[in-house]
């Protein structure tokens, strides 16, 4: 028997996204969140990206612990429970209620005891640990901070969590029970980095509610307003100022109406009954009677927001007059097509408001200040920064040494390190395979696995690659589209037919100008390979290739 316990973050070091770390004892095992992270431009064809939890598989899992409901920390979850036996998931109520929609929509329903916990509740008993949550504010409800204990210490582990001193629903970071935990001692504190660059403190989520009743009086068209789909408070501040303006609310993507109604049924939003419309209702209503709540913050190609700003959604269009809000800050990596979104947003004439020039967003993590007050409530021994790229596990770590924590009792770890903890200290001991592990369709795997599907595909009906090249913006011809056919023995006519389905898509999509590559894209793959199954009942693989000259 050992008293040392092992601590293994998976993912979440040196990345913003995909959270997850491993507490072991005894061959005893917790996991503290399960998230994912989304694919940049360089992983083509990658839907996903997931921790590597190769160092879990064949194992018993006592608990899932998870401190929020935010995907970058539970969207893992669902693939981790195909792979490791799990006893049970333990979340608070809001958490629990949006994971166990995602768990029933991958038929998992079952497959673990779902536990809900609250802050302040009795520890639970996880084998050896004893784990404990505490009430913490962030950018969505029932956040918590979790205090381990176990024969090798105390530790804490802080989730994602900003000091609000007047949040939407009153339920500020316990500073309180973080003080008396303190008083206890805490061996080691993990604690979220996310905005430790950033001097002074994270503005209140109510800073946005204010911005958005001086906006929504001003305005006399339809007002769009982009967010998270789990900002459930920034939706309800928005919803209350429609509704004192005399606007109908409309919520748009499936993700948004979702978390909206498993929010609505556990009490954390109300809105009245006949302040909401559907998109049908609310295209017959004026537009400045008009609120839509959608996604798309982050410029994601088939989002509510994208498929707005392109006139491709069926239901809501933007026109001269219109306010589009983005209320969310881009995810490293998004900025270019966030950057995208607005100017076509803009182009159609809808005036455009962002954080960089209103104040329509604040963070939901802590910056310097708040971390500096987390360390003095908390005086923990050892100290090692979770939750960001190096940067910003570097300038946590500093935060730590400014607070008179030792040099060698902070601990700069990365995915796969193992940290021990034990009466003597913390310490970095050893290093495990920790990868990443991509998604693609409903297909887990590697790299190669996503290579041998494609093969599998070619082997057995070909390619057919669909070459469009595209005006230029001064209103150059659009070339007719070229069709190259790769294993795919098919007559002259279907190849032809199939040319001319192109040629008519793009120019049909050209009229409506809409001219985002992706968008173009997915209407050419549709079109092309319903034709082909409709005539073979063979599907070839459709690759639409979009050249701009």
């Known amino acids: 028997m050992s008293d040392a316990l092992r601590i293994i973050p998976l993912g979440g070091l040196g990345e913003v996204g995909k959270n997850m770390t491993v507490y072991e004892l005894d061959d005893e095992i917790i996991v503290v969140d399960a998230g994912l992270a989304f694919p940049r431009d360089e992983h083509l064809g990658v839907d996903l990206l ?45 958490t629990l209620a949006l994971v166990k929609s ?64 007047t949040p939407v629903d009153g339920l500020k970071t316990d500073v309180g029970k973080l003080a008396e935990i303190g008083n206890r001692g805490v061996d080691l504190l993990l ?25 929504f009086p001003l305005r006399h068209g339809k007002i769009l307003v982009a967010s998270f789909a789990s900002n459930i408070h920034r939706m309800q501040q928005a919803a209350d100022v429609a509704v004192e303006c005399g606007r109908k609310v409309v919520v748009v993507g499936r993700s948004m109406r979702k978390n909206l109604n498993i929010a609505r049924n556990l009490g954390y939003v109300s809105f009245p009954e006949d302040a909401i419309v559907n998109p049908d209702e609310a295209a017959t209503l004026p537009p400045d009677e008009v609120l839509v709540l959608c996604t798309g913050s982050q410029g994601e190609p ?33 900025e270019l097509r966030v950057h995208d979104s607005i100017n076509q947003l803009a182009r159609a004439g809808a005036e455009v408001l962002h954080e960089e020039i209103a104040a329509v967003h604040v963070s939901g993590h802590a910056c310097q200040e708040e971390l500096r007050t987390m360390l003095s409530l908390l005086r923990p021994r050892h100290v090692m920064p ?14 730590a040494r400014d ?16 940290v021990e903890l034990a009466r003597g ?32 595909r070619l082997a057995d009906d070909g390619v057919l690659i669909v070459v469009t090249t595209l005006a230029s913006s001064d209103g150059g011809e659009i070339a007719p589209p070229e ?43 549709d079109a092309v390979g319903q034709i082909v199954y409709d005539r073979t009942r063979r599907r070839p693989m459709v690759l639409p290739v979009v050249i701009e000259v």
């Open 50 to 94: 997931l921790p590597d939890i190769g160092y879990l598989v064949g194992r018993r899992v006592r608990a899932v612990v998870l401190t929020h409901g935010h995907e970058d920390h539970v969207g893992g979850l669902p693939y981790l429970l195909r792979e490791v036996d799990v006893d049970s998931v333990v979340a608070t109520p809001l």
């Open 102 to 165: 995602k768990l029933d929509e991958h038929g998992l329903g079952q497959k673990s005891e779902l536990v809900a916990a609250e802050p302040g509740d009795d520890p639970l008993e996880l084998g050896p640990f004893r784990v404990e949550l505490v009430r913490v504010a962030h950018s969505i409800p029932d956040s918590a901070a979790l205090v381990i204990e176990s024969s090798a210490g105390r530790v804490v582990h802080t989730g994602d969590w900003k000091l609000d001193h």
């Open 191 to 215: 604690g979220d980095s996310t905005n430790a660059e950033r001097p002074g403190n994270t503005g209140s989520e109510r800073l946005v509610g204010e911005a958005f009743r001086s906006i």
């Open 302 to 334: 088939m989002s509510a927001l994208t498929r707005i700003a392109y006139g491709d959604h069926k239901a809501v269009t933007v026109e001269p007059g219109d306010t589009v809000i983005i209320s969310a800050k881009p995810v490293p990596g998004n």
């Open 386 to 399: 979770i939750h960001g790229e190096y940067r910003m596990l570097a300038a946590h770590a500093k935060l």
């Open 403 to 418: 607070a008179g924590v030792p040099e060698e009792r902070i601990l700069i770890a990365e995915n796969g390190s193992v």
């Open 425 to 456: 200290g913390a310490r970095l001991v050893d290093k495990i395979d920790a990868g990443v592990t991509f998604v693609d369709g409903l297909r887990v795997g590697d790299v190669k696995d996503v290579a041998l599907r494609d093969r599998r």
């Open 483 to 525: 069709l190259i056919a790769r294993g795919f023995a098919e007559s002259e006519d279907l190849i032809n037919e199939l040319r001319d389905e192109a040629d008519r898509v793009v120019r049909e999509l050209s009229t409506e100008h809409i001219v985002e590559i992706k968008l173009l894209q997915e209407h050419i793959h």
